[in-house]
């Protein structure tokens, strides 16, 4: 679905150079279960946000079904993001003023679309919100939010969601509703990538991609 060739990234911060990623080739299955694992500055996000088109490679490539995105313009990336991606963050990035079901209806209004009530009670429903769908997120649990959070990145259909550490602000018990939400979502088809640094949940899962150093270790 995704493949990333000799992909590196440099951040430049004043003099200090960052080398971020150093050389990343690495397939992304359709279907698949995948968690990304590795020390903290290893690079993982930085590969995240790669994946996902949010950021761009200083040297490589990326491909989506073949097709490489080099030299895309932002529109054209924004709409591939739209149509393909979806993404889940650790710190939930829900809009406060909002009702939960207005957050989960929010990228449709983004692509001017009426939200449709069925399908935003669907998804809610999925994620176990039903009963919570008029509450503002400061009325919500951390693992409500996560929730919240994963039925907004479903609304467009994605074919992939990437998570960044979706349990890292969660207890165990909810951290263990949130990858059963994502593993119940990857068996209906949906491709999982997932940064995580929980090992037992990483150990749940189809592959393990550890990063080391800016570069895949195994
Ligand atoms: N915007 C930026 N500008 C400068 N340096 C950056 C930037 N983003 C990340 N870095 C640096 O790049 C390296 C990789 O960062 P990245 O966030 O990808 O690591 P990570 O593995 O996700 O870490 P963590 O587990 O702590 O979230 C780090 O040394 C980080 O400080």
Not at 7 to 35: M, N, P, Q
Not at 115 to 126: F, G, Q, V
Request: charged fraction near 25%.
């Amino acid at each position: 679905m995704i493949r990333l060739q000799k992909v590196e990234k440099i951040y430049r911060r004043g003099a200090e150079t960052v080398r971020a990623l150093r050389g990343v080739d690495l397939e992304i299955h359709s279907g698949e279960f995948a968690a990304v694992t590795g020390p903290s500055g290893a690079g993982k996000t930085t590969l995240l946000h790669i994946v996902g088109c949010l950021d761009t490679p200083g040297r490589g490539e990326v491909l989506f079904d073949g097709v490489s995105v080099d030299g895309w313009t932002d529109k054209k990336l924004t709409r591939l993001r739209r149509e393909k991606i979806g993404f889940v963050f650790q710190q939930f990035y829900l809009i406060p003023g909002l009702s939960v079901a207005d957050n989960i209806a929010l990228p449709l209004l983004f692509r001017k679309q009426k939200p449709d009530k069925d399908r935003i009670a669907t998804l809610a429903r999925m994620v176990g919100l039903e009963n919570r769908t008029r509450h503002v997120p400061a009325a919500l649990s951390g693992g409500e939010m996560q929730r919240t959070a994963i039925a907004r990145a479903l609304v467009n259909r994605p074919e992939i969601i990437l998570a960044d550490e979706p349990t890292g602000n969660l207890d165990s018990k909810n951290s263990e509703k949130i990858f059963d939400i994502l593993k119940g979502l990857n068996r209906s088809g949906l491709t999982v990538l997932m940064i995580t640094h929980n090992a037992n949940l990483a150990a749940r899962a189809d592959r393990i991609i550890r990063i080391k150093d800016g570069m895949v270790e195994a």
